[in-house]
């Protein structure tokens, strides 16, 4: 049973990576235009190089 | 009557709630940059691409001016910044070239929704606690499935260390709503969740120092996390409709002209100052209430009156803010601004009405007011009773915390926002927004129906009926001044006359007189087209425009009536159908208001009414104890908007009346009115049986629970079984 002094801890920290992650994704706005975003990806005009 | 309506706005529901938050740090930056740089906010109703993304994207960038343009697809707007000199006039021009529809949006209006915090805020602690369920959720299938001793005692341990701050933090709301209604010395609905959300954390606290076998943290967890759903539902309804409702605000960019020692100068209207000289250009509204001090034309004041024939004006007019002006260009002295007008005076009306709305008690409040106390008698019951027969605390607290956890309001905290979400979104597609949380549950209850007739039930636009009763040969002299005109009744006369085959006939010397008229030489006679005084003619009840073809003969009229909106007859006849008396009062005379009514097939009809009278025969209406629903869209409705138990106004509205009403219709079609009146009472049927599912789950898992026989595994099946149930009944309804 020690393999759980492993286990819990990745676990619970897997758990706050993902938890983390999301609220940064809340705070830097990546919620407001789901629309405009998903068809921004079909667009050709930045392929190349990143918008300036 | 210009206003905007544009069923383009009826996009999906999630994504405009999911981006109200919209440029959430642009009034910050718009201060820092303010000197070098404008701000300017436009909506494009037609795009929808990702090629229409690169198009406006391009074409704005590539305009002298603009530093940055980027696209909402999600909102359909573009928000551009640019430098202080550039309008947002020269840009439409810009987007009409490349193809698309653009039209102005007032930033201050729409700052209100960029700076919503509270969603993001619901949502953050949605997401805490759904992490912190979920792990407690791993560690307490082992425990279900035999951890014991030790082992079982660490799980609780590390579920106390996720537990309690995670409750803490994610049921903020909670603690707050209950604290505030219990400082005051009532019940709510929050009250029993915070109670058994403390509860439980204590006593499998206790029973975890004690290394007992029974911990509550992930009901505690769980319970938290469904609740905050609901929450989160019921918020996002409501945002969508607060931000569209703004959007339609935002449309009307409240600027004037002021006359600055004979120079133009456009000033937003809230710098308006008494004594100010302002110029109306014809089409325009007044922004203030004043006295004409030059210029002549006509008033359509039917937004306010309900009166369709337009109001000569000429200097020494009064004239109120809201008006319209119609041929020439007026200048104002503002004798009262902002707050004073005659806009805002109504509001006083709207405050008297506003004292009946408030009665109403909402399903959710009702069925919290006969649970709440149930709940903690029950509980405690329980407890006492278990004390008395064992006298064992530890034993007794467990089953009364058990009790309170199976009976928590888990389902019916669902059973509300589900069901008003999946209704909302599905009357937001059909352009109908719901304002207030409760108005589909009143709409629910409505078996009468009062309709206002200008704007409402017609457009306001008038519409030629006796062309068959003149000649060809004065056809074409009216067409040919009525084209030299832009007023509204020679606007449908063009569009008539053109209609029927009618070539202009060769009038010279065309001019419009502002306010009377337009007239010319034709085969060396001077013809004339306009207002029945002007030519001396008799004006009856109808609305008319006078043409003397100046070969001595009495002038005579050509007689309008205002066009139907479409779909007003179906919503009538539906609503007939359904077994609802339908009303028409309006402020128009009783020949226009007869007409219609017959038209139609109302039987019931009240012309020339008051804004006053309006309020108070709904309020008959209502002490009858009849459920009123109020469709209007003048200011001299709002007062009965209010007073009615639920209202409806067109998109087209002024911004007063949409104010007072709970439903927007965002389309010019009226025919969703009846169909919403369906789809509230399935609305309402789903909630009642949401109530009656889980009140079922309660009255089999209470006894065991007082019995003494819940588990933490058992509390957990009942409360996600009856969640789950009570979600998808509500889905149902789509």
């Not at chain 2, 309006?586 to 020949?591: C, F």
Request: with cysteine.
């Amino acid at each position: 049973m020690s393999v759980l002094a492993y286990l819990i801890p990745i676990s619970l920290l897997l758990g706050g990576g993902a938890l983390a992650a999301f609220v940064y994704t809340v705070r830097s706005n990546q919620y407001d235009d789901p629309e405009g975003d998903s068809r921004r990806i079909l667009s050709e005009e930045w392929d190349d190089h990143p918008k300036p | 009557m210009t206003a905007q309506m544009r069923p383009a706005m009826a996009v999906c529901p999630g994504c405009v709630a999911a981006s109200t938050e919209a440029v959430e740090t642009a009034p910050t930056e718009a201060v820092e940059t303010a000197p070098t740089e404008a701000r300017l906010a436009l909506s494009l109703p037609t795009i929808h691409c990702q090629a229409c993304i690169s198009k406006v994207e391009r074409g704005l960038n590539d305009h002298p001016g603009i530093h940055s343009a980027r696209v909402n697809l999600t909102l359909k707007r573009a928000l551009i910044e640019a430098d202080p000199e550039v309008r947002a006039d020269d840009l439409i021009p810009v987007l009409a070239d490349l193809g698309f529809e653009a039209h102005e949006l007032d930033l201050a209006t729409l700052a209100a929704t960029q700076s919503d915090r509270a969603g993001r805020d619901l949502l953050m602690r949605l997401a805490v606690a759904g992490f912190a369920s979920m792990n407690v959720m791993l560690l307490s299938v082992s425990v279900w499935s035999g951890a014991s001793d030790a082992t079982r005692d660490m799980f609780h341990w590390i579920s106390a260390a996720i537990a309690f701050p995670a409750v803490i933090f994610a049921g903020k709301p909670f603690f707050t709503n209950a604290w505030s209604a219990l400082r005051v010395g009532r019940l709510n609905m929050d009250v029993p969740i915070v109670l058994a959300l403390v509860l439980a954390l204590v006593t499998s606290l206790w029973e975890t120092s004690l290394s007992g076998d029974h911990a509550y943290f992930d009901a505690a967890l769980t319970l938290t996390f469904l609740l905050l759903a609901g929450r989160y539902l019921d918020y996002r309804t409501r945002a969508v409709a607060r931000s569209a409702a703004e959007e339609l605000a935002a449309l009307e960019v409240p600027r004037a002209i002021r006359m600055e020692d004979d120079t133009e100068v456009e000033v937003p209207v809230a710098d308006l100052a008494y004594g100010d000289l302002i110029l109306v250009r014809p089409g325009g509204r007044m922004p203030v209430d004043g006295v004409i001090a030059t210029g002549e034309s006509e008033l359509d004041r039917s937004l306010l009156t309900g009166e369709t024939l337009p109001v000569f004006a000429a200097p020494g007019t009064q004239v109120s803010a809201g008006e319209v002006n119609l041929t020439g260009p007026l200048v104002v002295r503002a004798e009262a601004v902002g707050e004073d007008t005659s806009l805002h005076r109504m509001a006083d009306l709207v405050a008297i009405a506003e004292s009946g709305r408030s009665r109403y008690t909402s399903l959710a409040d009702s069925a919290a007011k006969l649970y709440a106390p149930g709940v903690h008698i029950l509980s405690a019951l329980a407890f006492v009773g278990w004390y008395l027969y064992t006298f064992d605390l530890r034993m007794a607290l467990n089953i009364a915390a058990a009790v309170l956890i199976i009976t928590c309001p888990c389902a019916l905290g669902l059973a509300v926002p589900a069901v008003t979400t999946a209704a909302s979104g599905r009357l937001f597609k059909k352009g109908m927004l719901i304002k207030h949380s409760t108005a589909l549950e009143r709409l629910a209850g409505v078996d009468t129906v009062v309709f206002d007739k200008t704007g409402t039930l017609t457009t306001g636009t008038p519409q030629l009926e006796n062309l068959e009763v003149f000649t060809r040969a004065e056809l074409e002299i009216a067409l040919a001044l009525a084209e030299g005109s832009s007023h509204p009744l020679s606007r449908a006369l063009t569009a008539a006359a053109r209609t029927a085959g009618i070539a202009p006939a060769d009038v010279t010397d065309l001019q419009e007189r502002p306010g009377f008229g337009t007239q010319g030489q034709y085969m060396g006679r001077t013809v004339r087209l306009g207002r029945a005084a002007w030519l001396g003619a008799d004006q009856g009840s109808q609305t008319a425009a006078w043409l003397d073809t100046g070969e001595g003969a009495a002038p005579r009229g050509f007689l309008f009536h205002d066009a139907l909106r479409p779909g007003a007859a179906e919503a009538v006849a539906q609503l007939h159908a359904a077994g609802k008396e339908v009303l028409l009062i309006s402020g128009d005379t009783t020949a226009a208001v007869e007409d219609l009514a017959q038209r139609l097939g109302i039987q019931k009809w009240l012309a020339e009414a008051l804004p006053e009278d309006k309020a108070e025969r709904i309020q008959s209406l209502s002490d009858r104890g009849h459920k009123v629903l109020m469709v209007g869209d003048g200011l001299n409705d709002t007062a009965a908007l209010t007073a009615a138990h639920v209202s409806i106004s067109p998109a087209s509205a002024l911004d007063a009346a949409r104010v007072a009403s709970d439903i927007v219709l965002l389309g010019q079609d009226l025919e969703p009115i009846a169909e919403a009146c369906v789809v509230a009472s399935k609305a309402t049927k789903r909630i009642r049986e949401n109530f009656r599912i889980a009140t079922l789950y309660n009255v089999i898992a209470v006894p065991l629970a007082i019995a003494g026989f819940a588990t933490p595994l058992i509390a957990a099946l009942a409360m996600s079984s009856s969640s789950i149930t009570v979600s998808l009944n509500a889905l149902r309804l789509k």
